[in-house]
C-alpha cells in the first residue's frame, strides 16, 4: 500500500521506514529539509521524497492524493521556538486539512500516556494534536507511549549520561515517579503492526512494557546492567527550575528540552491497558532487555537515528541548502593546506571526525570550549556524534552540524551551533592533486564578533595546523 510518513528526518521515523519497505509498501516521507534526508541509504524504487513545511500551507498540496495510510510523527518539543504547543496544533490542523482531500484511510498518530487530570504542557499538547487530527473523513488510530527506551532515544541517553557520569546523585523528587517504558522496536511494532486494522479504527491505545518503574529504579537497573555501582538520594527540596539545570549541566540535552522534560517527569505515566499486544500479538520485551539491545547496537555502530540529531538553532530552520555557500566577504578565514600521502586513510579520519574520535588535536581545548558554551546555554559537545563510521547532512557532530557530507568529492562542510557573536563554518575537502584544504570561516556581527576573533585567534593557530597535520598524516 501507499504510505505517507511524516516527520521523516526524526527519532521515530527512521526505525519505521526501513519495516515499512521491507513490508514491500510504497513510502512517501515528509521532511522539512529535503538536505537532511539521505533517501540513497536506503536504496529503494518504493521510496519517494517530499520536501513540505508543515506551518506552509501552500507546501502541503505536495502530499499526494492516492495515499491510503499516514503516520502522524511531527512534535515540536526541542524546537528552538519557544511556543512549541501553538506550532503543534498549527502543524496537525494544516495537515488534517489536506489529507481531508486525499484518498487516505487510516491516519497513525504516536502520542503521550495521558492518565492524569493536570498534565505537562508536553503531554497536554500532544492530547491536543489527537483531538486536533480526529476526523469524519478517515479513521484515527493513536497510541499513547510513555519512556520510549532505545540506542538514540532521549531517555536512553539522558539516563546513560547520568549512571555513567555521576557515581553518587542527589535528585529532585520526580525521581519516585513511576512509568512504564517501552522499547523501541516495540513501537515501530505496535506502529506497523495497527495498519489497516478495522478494530483499531478510532480508538486510542496505551503501549508499555511489562515494568513499571520509578525514574530512580531505572537509573539503578541501568548501572546494574553496566556493572557501576550508584547511589540516589532524593531531596524535595530541588524546584522545576533547579531540576531542569541539573538535567541541562550534566546531560546532552538542551535547556528547553530539560525543562520540558521535567515538567513530563512530574506526571505519572502508566498504561491503563495493554490490550492492544494481545491483538496484534506482541510480546513486549523488558527494560533491561531494552537496554542490553541499545548497547549491542551502539557496539555495532548500528544506531539508525538519535534524538541529539534534531535541529537546535533557530537559523538552520530555514534549511541547510541556506548554508552550503560559505561567505566570503566580510569574513575571517584560517586557511591551512597539506599534502596528502593517503588519500583514503584522510578521508576515513575526515569522515570520523568528533565524538569518541576526537578532533586529533587538543582534545582538552576543544572540550573546554564545550563546557563554556554549555555555561552560556549552548548545545556543548556532549552530543557527540549518532554513527562513528558514518556522517551524512543534517548530523549533530559535537558542537557542529553537518552540512553536506559527499565522500565522493571528498568534502566535509559543518556550521556551528555553539554560542557565538557571529557565525562560523568548518571546512575539509581534498582535491584531485591529493592536496588537503581545511577553512575555518568566521563571519562576525558587530564589534563584539570581531573582538572574539581575535581572542581566540592563538588557540585556532594551534588547533587548526595540529588537526590538519594529524589528518594529512604529517608529523
Known amino acids: 500500500m501507499k504510505i505517507l510518513l511524516t516527520g521523516a528526518t526524526g527519532y521515530i521515523a527512521k526505525r519505521l521506514l526501513p519495516v515499512l519497505l521491507e513490508n514491500g509498501h510504497e513510502v512517501v516521507c515528509c521532511v522539512r529539509d529535503i538536505n537532511r534526508f539521505d533517501a ?20 502541503l498540496t505536495r502530499i499526494p492524493s492516492d495515499i491510503e495510510v499516514a503516520f502522524y510523527l511531527i512534535h515540536s518539543m526541542a524546537t528552538p521556538h519557544g511556543k512549541f504547543e501553538e506550532l503543534e496544533a ?14 487516505v484511510r487510516q491516519v497513525i498518530y504516536l502520542s503521550g500516556i495521558v492518565n492524569e487530570k493536570e498534565l505537562s504542557k508536553h503531554l ?25 527506551v532505545g540506542s538514540g532515544s532521549a531517555s536512553f541517553e539522558i539516563i546513560r549520561d547520568l549512571v555513567e557520569k555521576l557515581p553518587v546523585m542527589i535528585a529532585p523528587r520526580w525521581m519516585n515517579t513511576k512509568c512504564q517504558p517501552i522499547a523501541i522496536r516495540n513501537v515501530v511494532m505496535f506502529l506497523s503492526g495497527v495498519m489497516m486494522k478495522p478494530e483499531t479504527y478510532n480508538k486510542s491505545f496505551d503501549i508499555g512494557g511489562p515494568d513499571v518503574l520509578t525514574y530512580k529504579e531505572m537509573l539503578l537497573r541501568f548501572a546494574r546492567i553496566r556493572g557501576l555501582k550508584r547511589y540516589v538520594g532524593i531531596i524535595p527540596v530541588m524546584t522545576p527550575r533547579l531540576s531542569s539545570y541539573w538535567l541541562f549541566f550534566v546531560t546532552s540535552v538542551s535547556y528547553s528540552l530539560a525543562k520540558h522534560l521535567v515538567n513530563s517527569m512530574k506526571v505519572e505515566v502508566v ?9 496484534l500479538n506482541i510480546n513486549p520485551i523488558t527494560y533491561d532487555k531494552a537496554i542490553e539491545l541499545a548497547f549491542d547496537k551502539i557496539e555495532q555502530h548500528q544506531v539508525l537515528s538519535s534524538w541529539k540529531d534534531a535541529l537546535t538553532s533557530q537559523r538552520l530552520t530555514q534549511g541547510l541548502s541556506q548554508f552550503i555557500e560559505v561567505p566570503v566577504y566580510g569574513c575571517y578565514k584560517d586557511i591551512k593546506t597539506r599534502k ?21 588535536f587538543a582534545d582538552l581545548l576543544w572540550n ?38 559527499d ?25 584531485k592533486g591529493n592536496i588537503l584544504h581545511q577553512t575555518a570561516t568566521f563571519r562576525p556581527h558587530g564589534i563584539w564578533g570581531r573582538l572574539y576573533w581575535y581572542s581566540v585567534l592563538p588557540f585556532h593557530f594551534l588547533i587548526f595546523r595540529g588537526m590538519i597535520n594529524n589528518i594529512a598524516g604529517k608529523k
Request: a negative charge.
Open 90 to 103: 498549527i502543524a496537525a490542523e494544516n495537515f488534517k486539512k489536506r489529507l481531508e482531500q486525499t484518498q
Open 271 to 279: 498504561c491503563k491497558d495493554n490490550i492492544l499486544e494481545m491483538m
Open 40 to 59: 540513497a541509504r536506503f536504496n529503494s524504487k518504493r521510496l519517494s521524497v517530499v520536501e513540505i513545511d508543515f506551518l506552509k500551507v501552500d507546501e
Open 368 to 405: 573546554i570550549r564545550g563546557f563554556m558554551d554549555r555555561l552560556v546555554g549552548g548545545v556543548g559537545s556532549r552530543r557527540g556524534r549518532t554513527s562513528q563510521g558514518e556522517i551524512a547532512a543534517g548530523d549533530a557532530l559535537d558542537l557542529w552540524r553537518v552540512i553536506l557530507a
Open 407 to 431: 565522500k565522493e568529492e571528498k568534502r566535509l562542510l559543518l556550521y556551528a551551533e555553539m554560542k557565538l557573536p557571529g557565525e562560523a563554518w568548518l571546512e575539509f575537502h581534498i582535491d
Open 124 to 148: 497536554s499538547s500532544r492530547k491536543n494534536v489527537e483531538d486536533i487530527l480526529a476526523s469524519e473523513h478517515y479513521f484515527l488510530t493513536t497510541l499513547r507511549a510513555g519512556i520510549i
Open 340 to 360: 596528502v600521502a593517503d588519500t583514503d586513510g584522510s578521508l576515513e579520519k575526515i569522515w570520523s571526525i568528533g565524538g569518541e574520535n576526537g578532533w586529533y
